[in-house]
């Protein structure tokens, strides 16, 4: 009985320490969990199998994930945080999975894709320098505060693509009038064309050259291919926030790695994925575009890139900010105030920056231009100031070009999609001069009040550029000069350009700003040295700013106004801006007469100021949920109707015919015009994403040879007439023409648009047919 007694004694330290582990790892891993199970909530509500969910996460994890992170390990020197490990090992897995894609896509063996991974995982499992990357330690913890605000983050965007985009998008249209965004059917057929073919051709025109940033697709073909999964789940709801929730990590990441400070990634990504353009209309008025707000499901492109990008800010930012002793401006480079001891990634850098360019240089076409001259503004400003040439920006700047040089030559082959230079052409329509022109003192006056209104409304949360440049007397070190030309380069290219396209470029340098306004504010909020119950206050105060502001928004906000090019088009963002500067004007009168009653509050009036301003573009993001959950079917403006008859004809295809066949369409334009019956937008391309199959010709507006023509004629008239008169009035040499030299095998006859040709029954055979639909097989 003693000797019991004694045992359960002494065994009780070990017991209440091994309970003290396992709750504290359990705590680790919470805030990870219950971001997972928030966003898989969520996509279950949407439609979404439970079990395509599982899948993909498996996908996730041991097909892009392990191997990623595997490599990732191999390469770094040291370890920093598992966080850092995982998000930059995923990165690097994005662009081994299209290593993997091209090889068992050049040799015919897709159906042995699966094993891919095991490419990667043997060799690390079978020779012993490279066993030791599958069990780490000495991670820094990231800390409770830390993993519960990215997983914050994180949830807030899922409830953000749920409400503007899952909540009025079926995965499968499942209803006559079901309408979708026009640009999301021809991403699906890249799709289902990276899934079967290789090399890529444009899939509405068969054998067409694709000259497209089609890497993204490649992710989506391989979660086909190797998960299993249905190709519309994977591109209607899996990948979005899947990709968001590793962007946001990543910029977690490299806000920490570059600064120093732990906090300032998690305030770059609140300020990139929760905080939105300065826009109080609603809907949400396209003034000069936006950068975050009906972006992220029309363009999964960007979306794949975004998360490309903030690794590789990571990881060019590391190597820029470690080999540069004398930063420019006389900088010491010693390690700041409130700085962190970060363990450098090591030579392996200049490894995986090559790795991540060529995943960015067919992500994105806007992605190395700006990474470029970002690179190049660094090291101008550094060989000015100092006299010095930077090697490791050199060195960055020759792997970005051949980079920018492989995607220009190879993959675009120099095709410019409608882009021409046309200096300030995206922004000097609001101040061109009327019939009879303007006084010069009024037309100057708009002008600056145009610039002014761009500021505010698409810079706004960039402010704390200002902060940290005046804070550091404009002596920027070589990692913030590279930050602050990528910033600075979107706006720049888009104001170079002469098409609203050019937007992508500034999309494209939001994550580089962001993460350079973040600093900024922490630099203020360093100098502040607030206690712990001012940042409580700090805190609590600008959450209810952000949640007024937002409330307002969404009462009082108006209708854009038309037409879009105009001065009154700007007042939405100039009369709520002149509102919010003179509440700020009178709570600073009042903040400097208060300090002389508490001089605690004395020289953090600026943090406050900055944290007000950073945070004043909170209702973006909600009156873009709004927009949708009111009544914009198919997510709102550009949708058109996609009738659930023409996917099923599409989907039965699909499941019947081989990826090699052809298929032939009499459904080609957007609209027909009613004077002269001609082609009003040859937006086409329901057939062949839903039936993963390439058609001789569908719609081909997007086709690079007439990209950026509004309403471009089909360059082959004659072949156009062939196809359409096979199904309207079909002869047998025709049918014969269509089998032989175009390789058809099946006819898809919309009898909305024009029934087929009574002859057409006895020379193809009837395989599919519903309300509207026929699909005949050419025998």
Not at 248 to 274: D, H, K, P, S
Not at 441 to 470: D, K, P
Not at 561 to 589: H, N, Q, T
Not at 692 to 704: H, I, N, T, Y
Request: hydrophobic fraction near 50%; include cysteine; glycine fraction near 8%.
């Amino acid at each position: 009985m003693t000797s019991t007694t004694e045992n359960v004694i002494l065994e009780a330290p070990d017991v209440a320490l091994a309970a003290g582990f396992t709750r504290s790892r359990f705590q680790r891993w919470l805030p990870l969990l219950v971001a997972y199970l928030v966003g898989a909530g969520l996509l279950a509500a949407s439609g979404t199998s439970v079990l395509d969910v599982l899948r993909y996460t498996a996908y996730a994890i041991f097909a892009v994930i392990l191997p990623g992170t595997l490599v990732f390990r191999a390469l770094r020197r040291q370890p920093h945080t598992l966080a850092e490990d995982l998000a930059l090992g995923a990165a690097v897995g994005l662009t081994l999975e299209l290593a993997a894609w091209a090889f068992f896509s050049a040799v015919g063996l897709r159906d042995a894709a699966i094993l891919w991974p095991l490419l990667v995982v043997v060799p690390f499992a079978a020779v012993p320098r490279l066993r030791r990357h599958w069990r780490v330690t000495g991670y820094t913890p990231v800390g409770l505060v830390w993993s519960w605000a990215l997983a914050a983050v994180v949830m807030f965007f899922a409830g953000y693509v749920y409400a503007t985009f899952f909540v009025e998008n079926p995965i499968l249209p499942d209803s006559e009038s079901t309408r979708q965004y026009i640009d999301l059917a021809y991403q699906l057929s890249l799709a289902g064309e990276a899934k079967h073919n290789f090399p890529l051709d444009l899939p509405q025109v068969a054998g067409e050259p694709l000259r497209y940033h089609w890497f993204a697709f490649v992710h989506l073909a391989m979660g086909s291919m190797v998960g299993h999964i249905d190709l519309p789940v994977l591109t209607m709801r899996l990948m979005i926030p899947a990709m968001f929730a590793l962007t946001a990590t990543l910029t977690a990441v490299a806000g920490w790695r570059l600064t120093g400070r732990r906090y300032a990634g998690l305030v770059a990504a609140v300020l990139f994925l929760v905080i939105g353009s300065f826009n109080f209309t609603d809907p949400i008025s396209l003034i000069f575009g936006t950068q975050v707000e009906m972006v992220v499901w029309p363009s999964l492109s960007m979306t794949y890139s975004w998360a490309l990008i903030a690794a590789l800010i990571a990881v060019v930012g590391e190597v820029l900010r470690r080999r540069s002793s004398e930063p420019t401006g006389g900088d010491t480079g010693h390690r700041r105030d409130g700085e962190s001891d970060v363990p450098p990634l090591g030579w392996g850098a200049y490894l995986i920056t090559g790795l991540l360019v060529i995943a960015a240089s067919g992500a994105k076409a806007s992605t190395l231009p700006v990474l470029v001259a970002g690179l190049a503004f660094a090291g101008a400003l550094t060989l000015l100031f100092t006299r010095k040439i930077s090697w490791p920006i050199v060195a960055m700047g020759v792997i970005a070009g051949l980079g920018q040089l492989f995607s220009m030559a190879v993959l675009f082959r120099f095709q410019t999609y409608g882009l021409a230079v046309d200096p300030l052409h995206n922004i000097e329509t609001f101040w061109k001069q009327p019939t009879g022109g303007r006084p010069f003192g009024e037309q100057a006056l708009l002008i600056v009040t145009v610039w002014v209104a761009f500021l505010i409304n698409m810079q706004l949360r960039l402010a704390g550029i200002v902060a940290l440049a005046w804070r550091q007397r404009f002596r920027l070190d070589q990692v913030q000069l590279f930050l602050l030309g990528s910033a600075v380069a979107g706006p720049a290219l888009f104001f170079l350009f002469d098409d609203m396209n050019a937007v992508w470029f500034m999309r494209t340098g939001l994550p580089f700003g962001v993460l350079l306004s973040a600093w900024g504010w922490l630099l203020l909020f360093d100098k502040a040295a607030l206690p712990r119950r001012g940042r409580v206050v700090l805190g609590a105060g600008t959450a209810i700013f952000a949640v007024a502001v937002a409330v307002v928004a969404l009462i009082v906000s108006e209708p854009s106004p038309e037409p879009r090019y105009s001065f009154d088009s700007m007042l939405p963002v100039l009369v709520p801006a002149g509102v919010l500067a003179g509440f700020a004007l009178v709570a600073g009168i009042i903040w400097r007469f208060s300090t002389r009653f508490s001089p605690g509050w004395k020289g953090r009036g600026g943090l406050v100021l900055l944290t007000g301003i950073l945070v004043a573009g909170s209702p973006g993001l909600l009156l873009d949920a709004k927009r949708n959950l009111s009544d914009m079917n198919g997510g709102g403006w550009g949708s058109w109707p996609m009738p659930a008859s023409r996917v099923e004809a599409a989907r039965w295809i699909r499941d019947n015919s081989d990826p090699t066949d052809i298929l032939a369409t009499n459904v080609h334009c957007r609209t027909l015009h009613a004077d002269d019956n001609k082609c009003r937008g040859a937006h086409v391309f329901w057939l062949s994403a839903y039936a993963e199959r390439s058609v001789l010709v569908e719609g081909w507006q997007f086709a690079p040879r007439v990209a950026g023509q509004p309403a471009p004629a089909f360059w082959n008239p004659k072949l156009l007439k062939l196809n359409d008169l096979v199904m309207s009035d079909p002869t047998p040499e025709r049918i014969s023409k269509m089998r032989d030299r175009y390789h058809v095998r099946f006819l898809v006859v919309d009898r909305v648009i024009k029934p087929e040709g009574p002859a057409l029954a006895q020379l193809a055979a009837l395989r599919y047919s519903n309300d509207r639909m026929a699909v005949y097989e050419i025998r």
